[in-house]
């Protein structure tokens, strides 16, 4: 509370928020330590079900922007890609928007850690020509790394004679 306080500008010393606190009824809160294994068991618990979405921008030899469509299931880390579209509106495809702030990969770490390798792996390198294209690589890619998973797409790519 005290922290809280001091980043709104107000100058309270920690001994006066106490005070008043106590003066209102509230004690201080209760420090327990949680039962081995608790915390983890409380954050995996909805992983099993939860999917990430997200899409990110491909650039074409034509300079057309495309954006690509995904969404990862987060446990088994699984990349379905859904489609790549030229103008992508949440109003169009009936999606609530759900903004994470600028420069923040940790909001979205699942997803993040799929827009650069796929960037790194299998698009930096590829002249795209248009957006049948872009899907068929992108599915491929995405193919590739269900079978092998994430850490080893690059290899498997390489030792198959090709990126696309």
């Known amino acids: 509370m005290h ?15 106490r005070r008043v606190l106590r003066a209102a009824g509230l004690g201080p809160t209760p420090r ?10 409380i954050l995996k618990a909805p992983a099993s079900g939860l999917l990430a979405a997200d899409l990110f921008h491909l650039d074409t030899i034509s300079l057309q922007r495309l954006y690509a469509l995904f969404i990862m299931e987060v446990r088994i880390r699984t990349v379905h890609i ?15 928007v759900a903004k994470t702030p600028p420069r923040s990969p ?9 827009i650069r390798s796929a960037r790194e792996e299998c698009t930096d390198g590829v002249l795209l020509s248009n957006r049948g294209h872009a899907e ?12 092998t998973g994430l850490d080893r797409v690059a290899e498997v790519l390489v030792r198959a004679g090709g990126r696309d």
Do not use: M
């Not at 068929?136 to 079978?147: D, M, Q, S």
């Open 3 to 17: 922290g809280e306080l001091r980043r709104l500008g107000h100058k309270v010393s920690p001994a006066t928020v």
């Open 32 to 41: 327990r330590q949680p039962a081995r294994g608790e915390c983890a068991g």
């Open 82 to 96: 859904l489609g790549v579209i030229a103008r992508p509106t949440a109003a169009s495809e009936g999606i609530d």
């Open 106 to 114: 940790n909001c979205n770490p699942h997803t993040e850690r799929f």
């Open 136 to 147: 068929k690589i992108l599915h491929n890619y995405a193919r590739v790394a269900r079978a």
